[in-house]
């Protein structure tokens, strides 16, 4: 090999999924974590829902759902199927570029134990935060993102006992939340911090010992886009991103880009063996994700935070970084092997945008949480809201496919 083969090999820009957080701290450290494109899972843990254990309580299925699974619990297997939202384990996501975890966790009265849940229970919740700090160890320049959005059925003493667990767990990793949502990546890697931590204001019952979890109320906005069929999903997902500059540009933002599904597709899926129709959360998602990566490869309004159903779907990480490359401060410094410096797109352009989509008539449902009480919570100071970022142009991304196995750059799902 000559020394001009070894110049040329070394200067091409090849890394892992596992890595993409460490390698753009690199090039541009000054980037705000809610200016980046963050890859998500909706419903993280529902790789290892059981059948066996009934339903979690509180559920909000409709009761005559909730009384055939109790009745009879071979059709607990069709629950299974449509609560199961991801394919691969924590773990697996993570090393895959996943980096926004949506959790739920239910105390089981049988055992007194948490496990994590969606509709029925998973594993325990110790197991998986163990996967989560594995992950932080081996990789100390990732950042990734706990949404806690439920503690079902526990009282304060279980919610305080089980915040103190995860706090034991991961220790100094856990951001404190005076650091606010004007954070930088480059902040975060300095100071070895790896874990924001998102709580319901109300299931902090000991708020003033500790600063190490986020209130979800002032520091994030997840927009649901609640539809079964894909054209509004995409227009809700056009006005989503109107939202997120328009109201939210302040706080980080969530994306839900996945279909929910209705009774009539469920019922579909249960009488028709059509291999065109969806029989789980995972076929959804399958019909659906593949979709959705093209329309943000191709979209100049550009997501904070986009959350899907099974990543094993489609080969996200080629988007991601594509469009990581396209904001203002990443441009041109850290393109990928074979990729073009694309072109930025003018403020005329971006307003223009912004009218076109402006009328877009979909109703976006937000999350809704109790308001905080005076003095319950640090006060985050409220910036003015700075300049619009502008955005470069998006380079051409690859045909969307699923893909079997885990690879280098552009960061695939494990089969």
């Given at each position: 090999m000559?020394k001009?083969t070894r110049?040329?090999?070394k200067?091409r820009?090849a890394?892992?999924?596992?890595?993409?957080m460490?390698?753009?701290?690199?090039?541009?450290?000054d980037?705000?974590?809610?200016?980046?494109?963050i890859?998500?899972?909706?419903?993280?843990?529902?790789?290892?829902?059981?059948a066996d254990?009934?339903?979690?309580?509180?559920?909000?299925?409709p009761e005559?759902l909730?009384r055939v699974?109790?009745?009879?619990?071979w059709?607990?297997?069709?629950a299974?199927?449509?609560?199961?939202a991801q394919?691969l384990?924590v773990?697996?996501?993570?090393e895959?570029?996943?980096?926004y975890?949506d959790?739920?966790?239910?105390?089981r009265?049988?055992?007194?134990?948490v496990?994590?849940?969606?509709?029925?229970y998973?594993?325990?919740a110790?197991?998986?935060?163990l996967?989560i700090?594995?992950?932080?160890n081996?990789?100390?320049?990732?950042?990734?993102f706990?949404d806690?959005?439920?503690?079902?059925?526990?009282q304060?003493a279980?919610?305080k006992?089980f915040l103190?667990?995860?706090?034991?767990?991961?220790?100094d990793?856990?951001?404190?939340v005076l650091?606010?949502?004007e954070?930088?990546?480059?902040?975060?890697?300095?100071?070895g911090?790896?874990?924001?931590t998102?709580?319901?204001?109300?299931d902090?019952?000991?708020r003033v010992q500790s600063?190490?979890?986020w209130p979800?109320n002032?520091t994030?906005?997840s927009?649901?886009?609640?539809t079964?069929?894909?054209?509004?999903?995409?227009?809700?997902l056009?006005?989503a991103a109107?939202e997120h500059?328009?109201k939210y540009?302040?706080?980080?933002?969530v994306?839900?880009?996945m279909?929910?599904?209705?009774?009539?597709?469920?019922v579909?899926g249960?009488?028709?063996?059509?291999?065109?129709?969806p029989?789980?959360l995972a076929d959804?998602?399958?019909?659906?994700?593949?979709?959705v990566?093209?329309?943000f490869g191709?979209?100049e309004?550009?997501p904070?935070i986009f959350?899907?159903d099974d990543?094993?779907?489609?080969d996200?990480m080629?988007?991601?970084?594509?469009?990581?490359h396209?904001?203002s401060?990443i441009?041109?410094?850290?393109?990928?092997?074979?990729?073009?410096?694309p072109a930025p797109?003018?403020g005329?352009?971006?307003?223009?945008?912004?009218?076109?989509l402006?009328?877009?008539?979909?109703?976006i449902?937000r999350n809704?949480?109790?308001?905080?009480?005076?003095?319950?919570?640090p006060?985050?100071a409220?910036k003015a809201?700075?300049e619009?970022?502008?955005v470069?142009?998006?380079p051409?991304v690859?045909?969307l496919r699923?893909?079997p196995?885990?690879?280098?750059?552009?960061?695939r799902?494990?089969g």
């Open positions: 000559t001009g110049r040329a090999k200067s820009t890394f892992s999924a596992d890595t993409w460490g390698h753009l701290g690199k090039y541009a450290p980037v705000r974590l809610r200016d980046l494109v890859p998500g899972t909706h419903d993280s843990d529902t790789y290892t829902l059981r254990w009934g339903m979690v309580p509180n559920h909000p299925l005559w909730m699974f109790e009745y009879f619990p059709t607990r297997k069709y299974v199927d449509w609560g199961k394919r384990s773990l697996q996501q993570l895959a570029g996943v980096r975890l959790l739920r966790f239910a105390l009265a049988e055992d007194h134990g496990y994590t849940c969606h509709g029925l998973g594993q325990p110790v197991n998986l935060f996967e700090r594995t992950f932080l081996q990789h100390p320049r990732e950042v990734v706990l806690i959005q439920e503690l079902n059925n526990m304060d279980d919610k006992q103190e667990t995860l706090q034991t767990l991961f220790g990793k856990m951001a404190p650091l606010g949502t954070v930088t990546l480059g902040k975060m890697q300095q100071k911090f790896q874990l924001i998102f709580l319901n204001n109300q902090i019952p000991f600063n190490r979890f979800r002032n994030l906005a927009l649901w886009i609640n079964p069929k894909l054209d509004e999903l995409k227009e809700g056009k006005k109107l500059q328009q540009s302040e706080e980080f933002f994306m839900q880009a279909r929910t599904p209705d009774t009539s597709m469920v579909e249960l009488t028709d063996p059509d291999d065109d129709v029989h789980s959804l998602a399958k019909f659906t994700n593949p979709a990566m093209s329309w191709g979209h309004l550009i904070n959350i899907m990543c094993s779907a489609v996200f080629s988007v991601v970084m594509g469009l990581n396209g904001i401060g441009r041109g410094k850290c393109l990928p092997v074979n990729q073009t410096q797109v003018s005329q352009k971006s307003a223009d945008i912004h009218r076109k402006g009328s877009c008539p979909l109703k449902v809704k949480h109790p308001a905080l009480t005076a003095g319950s919570d006060v985050i409220k809201a700075p619009p970022m502008l470069a142009g998006i051409d690859p045909p699923p893909v196995s885990f690879g280098r750059y552009p960061g799902c494990p």
